[in-house]
């Protein structure tokens, strides 16, 4: 019988097949619902990852004080690329900070482009008689808008000459207090009026302001002390041994070793590296977890390839009678469980397209989870050779025992 | 057609059952025959043999001159499609397909070309007179609408040998009747070998030849010559 005849039959077969058919499709539809689902979302939260990564810029280090022995990853907090480490795990007498000796050593490296020098802190904040208390960064104006990632949404970032003025983050801006702070209205930092400038596009309640104006506002911080330094290196390509670089000439300022070192260097590409290794593991676990269910469905699909072949062991043995070769039995039920597999693959890509599309929702506002969930191209030619492939091999056994039946004892059946 | 000393032993657990003796017949193209015996005289085992849907235990089945137990599943699936056409008392037609769909199926299975299979699938329905009724589905159709599609079917691939297994066991007289007379016909007519089983002795004087078989054992060959005069 020709191959097209065969995958006809094939087809009628599963058309005409009762429910149970349906439900086996059904064990199929839900597993490749779920890696869909799965694995769109892991699309998505990469496809974030690298926009924050390729954002963040490669050329970005930060110092900031205190060192942790750990693997890093935990003393970070997300604050992008100005973001430093807590205070690190020494508890001393005296409090660890940059000084500026320390911004001596660093621009002595001749590697660094721009060294921003920040320091934070927490201001009580007024606009039309409504308080309430944000965190303030003072940066360095004359470089931070060349080394910040943050993208203005209006007006201008801070540049040299200015003073009284702030840039402010978006929600700042838009909600925190009753009524909106738009560009050049006046809000009071700590009893001192300063002019906004610029709004931030991102969704924080952060405050930028020159870093002198800064020492004035915040109250316990003295001149000529910093919470972390953000430098720009020369070369992107250059990341590690630049870091190396900054590391032992700031061991050499600050009179420590290796061993009792008090303060640490990260660039963002290391910490988004690593998240993204954490992800993918993560993500990997998960697709694991949902291909359990998809062979579930694969045994469903040999269940039913053997219940079908014992229900038409008496059309195989008319078949034979008539002329069917073994080969020819043995296609039909094998493109019968190919088909099961296929129909089940199409509605579960479906499904988990519809399921996929609301996973950001049910994450809720899980940090790993900004980006929206990517259905690819690859993850739906995957999701069906799969489901084919599942049905298929499901089939194998009952549709070779098909073809192996003895034309007198099938026609017997009854 | 022959046989030559045919023994077809089944295995009950530790009993053997012998459902052929040493049996040995010639069946010549173009003849009428009947085989025709009580139930378990081993006359559906023969079909079975003569239909090359099972090989024997021992000795040999030649079916135009070929020892069907020295050829693979594949050969006698192909030999059976091109010489033998079945018709079965139960009709044993694809519920699932139409009548049209059922007659093409042997020819599906000979790799015909699509029009060409349906052309001549359409001919011969019409010639068995369902012209009307081509894409009935079998439930939709009598016992003896049934039939005539299972014998539409047996003459799809035109074979040589039409080969019936009590075809007129689930009819009434008249359908019955009416299904002697087309296969008394297809003899007739079209030169076909026609090799009916039967417990019925009545239908025996359609048939130019009669083999009676007893306990797995042929007793009696006769040959009606009155038949041809029909």
Request: charged residues 20%; aromatic residues 6%; neutral net charge.
């Amino acid at each position: 019988m020709k191959l097209e005849k065969c995958f006809m039959h094939a087809f009628n077969m599963a058309l005409h097949s009762k429910l149970r058919s349906w439900l086996t499709i059904l064990g199929i539809v839900i597993g490749v619902a779920a890696v869909i689902a799965i694995i769109s979302m892991g699309e998505g939260m990469q496809q974030s990852m690298t926009a924050q990564l390729s954002g963040l810029g490669g050329d970005i280090v930060t110092i900031s004080p205190g060192f942790s022995r750990g693997t890093g990853m935990f003393v970070m907090r997300g604050g992008g690329g100005e973001g430093g480490f807590s205070g690190g795990a020494q508890a001393t007498d005296k409090e660890i900070v940059l000084s500026r000796s320390d911004l001596q050593a660093l621009k002595g490296i001749p590697d660094i482009a721009l060294i921003d020098t920040n320091i934070r802190g927490s201001v009580e904040v007024s606009y039309r008689g409504k308080t309430g208390k944000v965190s303030l960064t003072g940066v360095d104006q004359r470089v931070w808008s060349q080394i910040t990632t943050n993208k203005i949404k209006s007006g201008r970032m801070l540049d040299s000459a200015d003073q009284n003025v702030v840039v402010i983050g978006g929600r700042l801006a838009s909600s925190y207090f009753d009524q909106p702070i738009g560009i050049n209205k006046m809000i009071t930092i700590e009893g001192s009026a300063f002019r906004v400038v610029g709004i931030v596009d991102d969704q924080s309640t952060n405050i930028y302001m020159p870093i002198q104006m800064a020492y004035q506002v915040i109250e316990d911080k003295k001149n000529g002390i910093y919470d972390s330094f953000v430098v720009k290196i020369k070369n992107e390509d250059q990341l590690d041994e630049v870091i190396a670089k900054i590391e032992s000439k700031l061991m050499v300022a600050r009179h420590v070793t290796q061993k009792d070192r008090d303060f640490s260097v990260s660039s963002s590409r290391q910490f988004q590296q690593t998240r993204a290794e954490a992800l993918s593991s993560l993500n990997a676990f998960l697709v694991a977890i949902a291909a359990v269910s998809l062979i579930v469905g694969a045994v469903g699909i040999a269940n039913t390839m053997f219940t079908s072949v014992l229900e038409k062991t008496k059309e195989i043995g008319i078949m034979k009678a008539i002329g069917a070769r073994n080969p020819d039995i043995l296609l039909i039920f094998l493109f019968n469980a190919g088909f099961i597999g296929l129909v089940g693959g199409v509605i579960g890509i479906i499904l988990g397209t519809i399921l996929s599309g609301f996973m950001p929702a049910l994450m809720g506002n899980l940090p790993l989870m900004r980006g929206t969930a990517i259905v690819s191209l690859n993850s739906i030619i995957m999701a069906l050779s799969v489901s084919i492939t599942v049905g298929v091999l499901a089939g194998i056994i009952p549709a070779y025992q098909a073809s192996k039946l003895k034309p007198v004892d099938a026609l017997r059946y009854e | 057609m022959k046989m030559h000393d045919v023994w077809k032993i089944y295995r009950m657990g530790e009993v053997e059952v012998p459902a052929l003796r040493g049996v040995s017949v010639e069946i010549k193209k173009g003849d009428f025959v009947a085989i025709i015996g009580a139930s378990g005289s081993g006359k559906s085992t023969m079909m079975n043999l003569i239909g090359c849907l099972d090989v024997p235990s021992r000795g040999s089945v030649y079916l135009k001159s070929q020892d069907i137990s020295k050829l693979d599943e594949s050969d006698l699936a192909s030999l059976r499609g091109k010489t033998i056409g079945f018709i079965f008392q139960q009709y044993n037609l694809i519920p699932s397909m139409s009548a049209f769909e059922n007659v093409v199926l042997p020819l599906e299975f000979l790799e015909y070309d699509d029009r060409e299979a349906a052309n001549r699938a359409r001919e011969i329905l019409i010639s068995v007179g369902l012209g009307d009724k081509m894409h009935h589905r079998p439930a939709q159709l009598s016992g003896g609408q049934q039939q005539r599609v299972s014998i539409a079917r047996s003459l799809a691939g035109d074979p040589e040998i039409i080969l019936a297994d009590e075809p007129t066991g689930a009819l009434d007289s008249v359908a019955g009747i009416e299904v002697l007379n087309m296969l008394h016909r297809l003899w007739k007519e079209q030169g076909k070998t026609i090799i009916m089983v039967t417990h019925n002795l009545n239908l025996a004087k359609y048939a130019h030849t009669t083999i009676e078989l007893k306990d797995g054992q042929i007793t009696r060959i006769s040959e009606n010559d009155e038949v041809n005069k029909k």
